[in-house]
T-cell receptor, first 116, second 110 residues
Framework: GAVVSQHPSWVICKSGTSVKIECRSL??????MFWYRQFPKQSLMLMAT?????????EQGVEKDKFLINHASLTLSTLTVTSAHPEDSSFYIC????????????FGQGTRLTVV | QKEVEQDPGPLSVPEGAIVSLNCTYS??????FMWYRQYSRKGPELLMY????GNKEDGRFTAQVDKSSKYISLFIRDSQPSDSATYLC??????????FGTGTRLLVSP
């Protein structure tokens, strides 16, 4: 299947700092990328949908000023957690949809964020 | 009522057993159905993708979709300890966001 690379796989940061997570589609062009958050033993919670060249669409209850999403190219989207707090500690996962394909999405390996 | 219902498990089976994982859904407009496998602390991996009703087979995995009953299944034959993971069903109407089930945790014991 298609490959989506997410970096870093884990990060620890101090409260009040910002963290950037990258999501790259390695062997296909992705017009749409999705960002999820996952709490332990729970399913994926969609945070936002990122379309190349346009503003991201955020799900209800997700602060767009806190979770900044940039999708500047067909192979790269970034999520920046600004002014991180301990409650932002979670597992963040991106997925990408091939511009040619139907609807299945391919996921990155996830980023475990710990804010101390 | 959730759009997609999935039993969270855990489902425990011995090695070699046939595993049946299921999801029900309420939105009759769903056309695309996927099964993902997620190991602990990893991103989901796409296992099976099916459009509309019918069966699809890939090695030990078989996906079934019954749109009349709004019911989808994933069967795993000759289950292995390495199949122990959480299995997520997902679906959508087309080029829209995926709607996920809660995931079923599967444990295959040697």
């Amino acid at each position: 299947g298609a490959v989506v690379s997410q970096h870093p796989s884990w990060v620890i940061c101090k409260s009040g700092t910002s963290v950037k997570i990258e999501c790259r589609s390695l062997d296909f062009q992705a017009t749409t990328m999705f960002w999820y958050r996952q709490f332990p033993k729970q399913s994926l919670m969609l945070m936002a949908t990122s379309n190349e060249g346009s503003k991201a669409t955020y799900e209800q209850g997700v602060e767009k000023d806190k979770f900044l999403i940039n999708h500047a190219s067909l192979t790269l989207s970034t999520l920046t957690v600004t002014s991180a707090h301990p409650e932002d500690s979670s597992f963040y996962i991106c997925s990408a949809r091939d511009r040619r394909g139907p609807t299945e999405a391919f996921f990155g390996q996830g980023t475990r964020l710990t804010v101390v | 009522q959730k759009e997609v219902e999935q039993d969270p498990g855990p489902l425990s089976v011995p090695e070699g057993a046939i595993v049946s994982l299921n999801c029900t859904y309420s939105n009759s407009a769903f056309q695309y159905f996927m099964w993902y496998r997620q190991y602990s602390r990893k991103g989901p991996e796409l296992l099976m993708y099916t459009y509309s009703s019918g069966n699809k087979e890939d090695g030990r995995f078989t996906a079934q979709v019954d749109k009349s009953s709004k019911y989808i299944s994933l069967f795993i034959r000759d289950s292995q300890p390495s199949d122990s993971a959480t299995y997520l069903c997902a679906m959508n109407t087309g080029f829209q966001k995926l709607v996920f089930g809660t995931g079923t945790r599967l444990l295959v014991s040697p």
